[in-house]
């Protein structure tokens, strides 16, 4: 428990939000504009849930499949279809070990982070077995990233085992932009269905992009973006 309290009060999810709305109040900021990849999009909905008096504008790219738990639309093991028969025998068992939350502080940071490059790296064998006349990612980008560990895992300590923040959605009013590669592995129904909860959401698809379409459609992302803030 003194390992569980500890976790939550430097890397939980609570002190996330919390770490925004003091960035926003440092920087005497009446509103921000919240841009949030992947988890970082939910990370963003929360707060704008929290605090939607302080939010002008959203913009979420990729939004995880988190904003119900157990996740709707098959969370991380969406890449499964798209893996190899050897690979999924594997990634299998590396799904199991890697949430083995009873011998969770046994291990050490170094030993975590590398659990969550080692779901990078089957998510790029799956990315290039879907796609692979493409080269956004390769293997040493996931090596050579510096990505934490402990830190990975703690908002789902945090979050609990069932939720459910979509009816939430309806307090935030601000305009929002949903993003979605059209050649991601995680499809599009996650994206829409924040939209769906969302009273003032836009949902746009960017082509010729995945998970990353800021990095793999630059120019489309970009006027995207430049649009929905010039608005």
């Known amino acids: 428990k003194k390992n569980m309290d500890l976790m939550e009060s430097k890397l939980g999810m ?13 920087l005497e900021i009446d509103k921000l504009i919240l841009l949030g990849h992947s988890f970082g999009g939910f990370m963003a ?7 939607p ?10 939004p995880a499949d988190m904003i119900q738990f157990p996740p709707a639309h098959g969370g991380l093991n969406q890449i499964e279809p798209w893996l190899s028969d050897n690979q999924l025998k594997d ?28 779901y990078g790296k089957y998510y790029i064998h799956a990315l290039n077995n879907r796609f692979p006349e493409k080269d956004w990612l390769q293997d040493s980008s996931v090596e050579d990233e510096m990505n934490g560990g402990f830190a990975g895992h703690a908002p789902f300590f945090s ?5 459910d923040y979509r009816p939430l959605l309806s ?6 932009l949903v993003i979605h590669g059209e050649q991601d592995l995680f499809g599009p129904e996650t994206a829409k269905e924040y939209v769906s909860f969302l ?19 630059p120019e489309v992302f970009g006027r995207l973006i430049e649009t929905f803030l010039n608005q």
Do not use: C, M, W
């Not at 979050?159 to 939720?163: H, S």
């Not at 307090?171 to 929002?176: M, Q, T």
């Open 45 to 51: 909905i929360l707060y704008a849930i929290e605090f």
């Open 53 to 62: 008096e302080n939010v002008e504008k959203i913009i979420l790219i990729e």
């Open 14 to 26: 609570g002190r996330y939000l919390e770490d925004i709305e003091k960035i926003r109040q440092l």
């Open 159 to 163: 979050l609990g085992r069932k939720y």
């Open 171 to 176: 307090k935030i009013d601000s305009p929002v």
């Open 91 to 118: 990634y299998k068992a590396f799904i199991k070990e890697y949430f083995s939350y009873g011998k969770f502080f046994k291990r050490t940071e170094d030993e975590l982070a590398e659990l969550n490059r080692e």
């Open 199 to 217: 009273p003032n959401a836009v949902y746009n698809e960017i082509p010729d992009s995945s998970h990353f379409p800021y990095y793999e459609n």
